[in-house]
C-alpha cells in the first residue's frame, strides 16, 4: 500500500516548517514555498517539493526520494 499525502499551494505560506515524522510506503507533496522540511524515521518515501527557502534534512531514514519541481 502507498499513501499519498498533499499539501496545497493555497494552504502553505513562507514561514511554514514541516516535520514529518516514521512515515512508511508514503508520498509527500508540498505545493507551494515553504521555509523547510524535515523527515525523521521514515522509510520508502518519496517527497515532492515545489519551492524550500531553507532547507530539507533527512535524519534516520531510509530509502527517500526527493524531487524538486521547476
Same mark, same amino acid.
Given at each position: 500500500?502507498?499513501?499519498? =499525502? /498533499? ?7 513562507? #514561514? ?9 510506503? /508514503?508520498?509527500?507533496?508540498?505545493? #507551494?514555498?515553504? @521555509?523547510? =522540511?524535515?523527515?525523521? #524515521?521514515?522509510?520508502k518515501v518519496t517527497l515532492i517539493v ?11 531514514? #531510509?530509502?527517500? @526520494? =526527493? @524531487?524538486?519541481?521547476?
Open positions: 500500500m502507498n499513501d499519498s =499525502i /498533499t499539501f496545497p499551494a493555497e494552504e502553505v505560506n513562507f #514561514g511554514m516548517t514541516f516535520g514529518i515524522f516514521n512515515c512508511k510506503d /508514503t508520498t509527500v507533496t508540498v505545493m #507551494g514555498k515553504c @521555509k523547510s =522540511i524535515l523527515l525523521e #524515521g521514515c522509510k515545489d519551492k524550500v527557502v531553507s532547507q530539507v534534512e533527512v535524519l534516520n531514514c #531510509g530509502v527517500v @526520494k =526527493i @524531487k524538486a519541481l521547476n
